[in-house]
């Protein structure tokens, strides 16, 4: 199983990005029924869970990107995104997809950069 994200980049504050967490190995039927997250790490910081997509298309946010974030997934496809509105500071990080919980499966990280 291979997790590969993409769209991270150099933006400043109160622009919008989208990551895409691209998934391959792994069948329709097990990416579909399993939680899709997606972390971030910031210099120094612990890394935190920042939003989460369930079977049935229920979301949680921290409450940190509640209201600006926005993530999604394709079963089909078996992609995961992560929509990021109004971006702050704060939010500079390198963002993970995560597959199933985190003993599970992980992507290498984007890099999101936001400056003032």
């Known amino acids: 199983v291979q997790l590969v994200e993409s769209g991270g980049a150099f933006v400043q504050a109160g622009e919008s990005l989208t990551l895409s967490c691209a998934v391959s190995?792994?069948?329709?039927?097990?990416?579909?029924?399993?939680?899709k997250n997606w972390y971030r790490q910031a210099p120094g910081k612990q890394r935190e869970l920042v939003a989460t997509?369930?079977?049935?298309?229920?979301?949680t946010y921290a409450d940190s990107v509640k209201g600006r974030f926005t993530i999604s997934r394709n079963n089909v496809r078996t992609t995961v995104s992560l929509q990021m509105n109004s971006l702050k500071v704060e939010d500079t990080a390198v963002y993970y997809c995560?597959?199933?919980?985190?003993?599970?499966?992980w992507g290498q990280g984007t890099q999101v950069s936001v400056y003032s």
């Open positions: 995560n597959i199933g919980g985190p003993s599970q499966y």
């Open positions: 190995g792994m069948t329709i039927s097990v990416f579909s029924r399993n939680a």
């Open positions: 997509i369930i079977r049935g298309g229920d979301t």
